[in-house]
Structures are given as structure tokens and as C-alpha cells.
């Protein structure tokens, strides 16, 4: 079974700087790509950041400048470093790995349980 497990997320002051953590276990070929995603209250789940297996990055407007993804193949884990942080930035962040259980078959969505992160103004 595949896990996702984040921590990093808390509570931190406009200007402020998170570095948010998600590592997957279990048995599996690979993983594709991976990112993070956010949901608000009363909004839908947006996706933040993304990284591909070979190193590409793709970020939200939202957020572009201020946040860095990265990923440790060899560790299966996914970062990423928001810096400049605003009161909208307040959200349930999620991990999400898209997770080849054999090498042949087709990649499937795996969930972390998400991780509060609050900016205060």
C-alpha cells in the first residue's frame, strides 16, 4: 500500500518562510510526477507546484517566485519552500505522487492527509 506522509505545515507571520516535507512508502515501481496541492476553506483543491520524474517544475501564478518544489528520487520525497508568505496562502496543503505500482501499468493518484499551513496578517 502507498502512503503519503507530509509534515511541515504551522502557523507564521506574513513575510514569513515554510518548508513543507511529503514522503511516500511502500511497494511500487515508480513515481511520476509529483506536487503540491492546496484546498482553502470553500474553495477548490488548486494545484500549487508540480515536479516530473526528470526535474521539471510548473508553479501557480499564485505563488510563482515565492515557492521552490523539489524532489529526492532516492528518498521518494517531494519539498517545497514557500518564502514571502501571505494571508491567503492560509490552506490545507496536499501531497500527491502519481505512483506506478509495476512498471507496466499506468500511474495512479496517491493522497498525503494534508497539512495546515496558517498565515497570520
Known amino acids: 500500500q502507498v502512503q503519503l506522509v507530509e509534515s511541515g505545515g504551522g502557523l507564521v507571520q506574513a513575510g514569513g518562510s515554510l518548508s513543507l516535507s511529503c514522503v511516500t512508502s511502500?511497494?511500487?515501481?515508480?513515481?511520476?510526477?509529483m506536487g503540491w496541492y492546496r484546498q482553502a476553506p470553500g474553495k477548490q483543491r488548486e494545484l500549487v507546484a508540480g515536479?516530473?520524474?526528470?526535474?521539471?517544475?510548473n508553479y501557480s501564478d499564485s505563488v510563482k517566485g515565492r515557492c521552490t518544489i523539489s524532489r529526492d528520487n532516492a528518498k521518494r520525497m517531494v519539498n517545497l519552500q514557500m518564502n514571502s508568505l501571505k494571508p491567503e496562502d492560509t490552506a490545507v496543503y496536499y501531497c500527491n505522487a502519481r505512483v506506478r505500482i509495476r512498471s507496466f501499468s499506468g500511474p495512479q493518484d496517491y493522497w498525503g492527509q494534508g497539512t495546515q499551513v496558517t498565515v497570520s496578517s
Open positions: 511502500g511497494r511500487f515501481a515508480s513515481i511520476d510526477a
Open positions: 515536479i516530473t520524474s526528470g526535474g521539471n517544475t
